[in-house]
């Protein structure tokens, strides 16, 4: 908006840069004075383009192009925090345990005696919330074992844990329990190993189930005695664990989807009136790895206002929960795209944006496998990553009544007028936008004080628009400034002006929205006629 300041205070440029054709100037009277082009000096042409009358705006990280109706659009791109997998899931350390009875009598038989002893056990695997994992690839951890006994005599005993693989292949440890002996430990790395959690203890399919054989024979000689609920003990535990990937259900849980304050200082050069935008956009752009549906709230999305006033996304995009899809079984290592396009048609966007905010508050929330999308067969991997990123799309289809904008450049051409005793300024405007603006000249001095002002007056004219929605006509206008002796001895001591402008777009004040097109000029001629003290010395 900067530019459209700098193209008001054209109407007191006073630095000579001969280009300007005097032939758009004509003979005016103001009272006793007459602006006469063969006495002007010619200031200089200007020509601004819709996108550089907003070129500032690339300064705020904004975008500036035509978009496929060639209506000239601001975007604005932010980067959300993407989740890592590590960070999204945690597979808790286990621990089981249990005990097999002999469940024989016998006391010192005549004879040496084995007796045998066998049970499949099920254990049910420890998990944060909902999940259920058919199998886990490891990338660490550490799967221990220990086994006592209280049996009166020799046991011998194979463990074949059915649910769990090493690198070499299925886990299994023999050992023996002497009577009266110390207990087995033993361990294994689990560097490369697998959990293979699919099957229940029947054979059947199901998740989350860690499957364990406990086989023993107790040798029973004339000497010992054993009763039927002596035992065999074991606890097992895998530990500190990490996964490569893991497969089955991931069940409902929080991702990190991360929050962006996203400024918009642009607007807070305006002041009063108002703009309203037509047509803005939202659109949320979710690069997923992960082999789970995510469920997206847009609950946490709030513009505030130069007042700091906060105003929160309403509408149909924030009651509903979006979905961002995910790669299948067969797609695992792809990127599945989801664009979420919050627009005027399912959000109150177009007020957020039309409040002037100054800052864009974005707080995206994320879960996996919503309970509104068909239930899917799950995946993730440790390289497995959700990357977020929102773009702000907002097309220059606006509606702009009295808005008022300022800005403060400085001014250090005082010296320059120490001979001068009156100035005329002239300026013709030739203007193809739909938008016309008023401005107000306010000289500064080093203090901050205004010395002298130019008053409010129109410094171009908003051009007409057709039925086929462009201008149909450039818009001429002129405008004259004179500012006599005692004004210029005043501005002499300026240091800055204050440019104060007011825009409006054509037809304002019925409502209508008007389009600025990229091949929209705004074209400037200027002059000034000076009168000067003529030193009679010759010096």
Request: charged fraction near 15%; proline fraction near 4%; aromatic fraction near 8%.
């Amino acid at each position: 908006m900067k530019r459209f300041l700098l193209a008001c205070l054209v109407c007191a440029t006073i630095t000579a840069v001969p280009s300007c054709d005097l032939k758009y100037f004509e003979s005016t009277e103001f009272g006793d004075i007459i602006f006469d082009p063969s006495l002007a000096i010619p200031v200089g042409s200007i020509t601004y383009t819709v996108a550089e009358l907003f070129e500032e705006l690339n300064e705020g990280g904004a975008v500036i192009a035509p978009n496929a109706e060639d209506v000239v659009t601001l975007t604005f791109t932010e980067t959300l925090q993407s989740q890592s997998a590590s960070g999204f899931l945690t597979v808790l350390d286990q621990n089981f345990g249990s005990s097999l009875a002999s469940g024989t009598n016998l006391s010192n038989p005549p004879i040496a005696t084995t007796i045998s002893v066998s049970e499949l056990y099920s254990f049910d695997l420890s998990q944060t919330g909902d999940e259920a994992y058919d199998s886990i690839l490891f990338s660490a951890g550490s799967f221990d074992f220990t086994a006592s006994s209280d049996i009166g005599a020799d046991v011998d005993f194979t463990a074949s844990f059915i649910s769990l693989e090493d690198a070499a292949g299925q886990i299994v440890m023999n050992g023996s329990l002497p009577s009266g002996g110390a207990a087995f430990s033993q361990s294994a790395s689990l560097v490369n190993g697998k959990g293979l959690f699919h099957l229940d203890d029947q054979g059947n399919p199901s998740s989350s189930k860690f499957l364990v054989r406990i086989e023993y024979t107790i040798s029973v000689g004339p000497t010992n005695s054993i009763t039927a609920d002596q035992r065999v003990s074991f606890n097992l535990g895998i530990n500190n664990t990490t996964f490569q990937t893991i497969y089955g259900n991931v069940g409902n849980q929080a991702l990190n989807v991360g929050e962006q304050d996203i400024s918009l200082d642009f607007f807070s050069t305006f002041d009063g009136g108002n703009i309203t935008f037509a047509d803005p956009t939202i659109r949320f752009i979710f690069d997923n790895s992960f082999g789970f549906p995510l469920g997206i709230d847009f609950q946490q999305i709030t513009a505030v206002s130069g007042s700091g006033t906060n105003i929160p996304l309403q509408g149909a995009v924030v009651d509903n929960l979006q979905v961002v899809n995910a790669p299948t079984i067969t797609q695992q290592g792809d990127f599945v795209r989801t664009e979420i396009e919050i627009n005027a048609g399912n959000s109150n966007i177009a007020d957020l944006l039309s409040s002037k905010p100054t800052r864009f508050l974005v707080n995206v929330g994320a879960e996996s496998n919503p309970t509104n999308v068909p239930a899917a067969y799950n995946f993730i991997d440790i390289s497995n990553i959700l990357d977020a990123s929102v773009e702000i799309e907002v097309p220059l289809e606006l509606n702009i009544n009295g808005l008022t904008a300022e800005e403060v450049v400085n001014f250090t051409s005082g010296a320059d007028l120490s001979d001068a005793t009156r100035l005329l300024f002239r300026v013709i405007a030739e203007n193809e936008l739909p938008l016309g603006g008023r401005v107000e000249l306010q000289f500064r001095d080093g203090s901050g004080n205004v010395i002298y002002t130019v008053d409010d007056r129109p410094a171009f004219t908003a051009a007409s628009v057709g039925l086929d929605g462009r201008t149909n006509e450039v818009a001429m206008s002129t405008v004259d400034i004179l500012i006599p002796e005692e004004g210029i001895r005043i501005i002499e001591n300026a240091t800055t002006i204050n440019v104060v402008a007011t825009l409006s777009t054509t037809d304002a004040q019925s409502g209508a929205s008007v389009k600025l097109f990229n091949d929209y000029e705004l074209r400037f001629q200027l002059a000034v006629q000076a009168d000067a003290r003529v030193n009679l010395n010759g010096n």
